[in-house]
């Protein structure tokens, strides 16, 4: 089946140490995201890729680095994190911008 | 600013008990409302795209509807695998997209 795979589901680390979370999808979509969310809070876009094009939101946190090599994989860097980062860490495609999203089943990072 | 606000926070249900969850939204133009449901600890499955006033969609027990200023799902005599969060998103015409906090529904057999 077509799908959106992230790896690691769960990811602790500590304040400060770099973590990566990656995500592939077989879905062949052009458009890849990353959300994080909060307990109980709506997901927050903090970049999307369409195709090659790299889009920062602009409240994203310079902590926050994107990565896409090709058009499946799709990386997340968190340079040096904190305790507020904690959080869900959703990855999400789309055919083309503005259609609907399919999200993997999200990495949940913990920052002790 | 767009916003998009979602209510009740929480509902709870009696197993078919038939109910609506409301979206209403503030953006600059719409060009698509989406619905999607959340497990605990799992992304969001998708349910519906609409796009404008006066569409509706229907899958099982869920019908999603639309106006100028708020969407309903409404949930006809739902079971407990029915408990779920629903989020809703809109899209601008700037392809910005916006979720609201969700519901979180929980039916009780």
């Known amino acids: 089946d077509a799908m959106v795979i992230q790896n690691p589901r769960y990811q602790v680390t500590q304040f400060g140490k770099p973590v990566t979370l990656s995500c592939s999808q077989t879905l062949n979509h052009n458009v890849m995201y990353w959300y994080q969310q909060k307990s109980s809070q709506a997901p927050k876009l903090l970049f999307h890729y369409y195709d090659k094009d790299f889009n920062n939101e602009a409240d994203t946190p310079d902590n926050f680095q994107s990565r896409r090599p090709n058009t499946s994989f799709c990386f997340l860097d968190i340079r040096s994190p904190g305790l507020g980062d904690t959080a869900m860490y959703l990855c999400?495609?789309?055919?083309?911008?503005?259609?609907?999203?399919?999200f993997g089943p999200g990495t949940r990072l913990t920052v002790l | 600013e767009d916003q998009v606000t979602q209510s009740p926070e929480a509902l709870r249900l009696q197993e078919g008990e038939s109910s609506s969850l409301n979206c209403s939204y503030t953006v600059s133009g719409l060009r698509g409302l989406f619905w999607y449901r959340q497990d605990p600890g799992k992304g969001p499955e998708f349910l519906f795209t609409?796009?404008?006033a006066g569409e509706e969609k229907e899958k099982e027990r869920l019908k999603a509807t639309l106006t100028k200023k708020e969407s309903f799902l409404h949930i006809t005599a739902p079971k407990p695998e029915d408990s779920a969060t629903y989020l809703c998103?809109?899209?601008?015409?700037?392809?910005?997209?916006?979720f609201g906090k969700g519901t979180r529904l929980h039916i009780l057999p």
């Open positions: 609409l796009y404008s």
């Open positions: 998103a809109v899209l601008d015409w700037d392809d910005k997209i916006i």
């Open positions: 999400a495609t789309s055919r083309v911008r503005g259609s609907e999203q399919f």
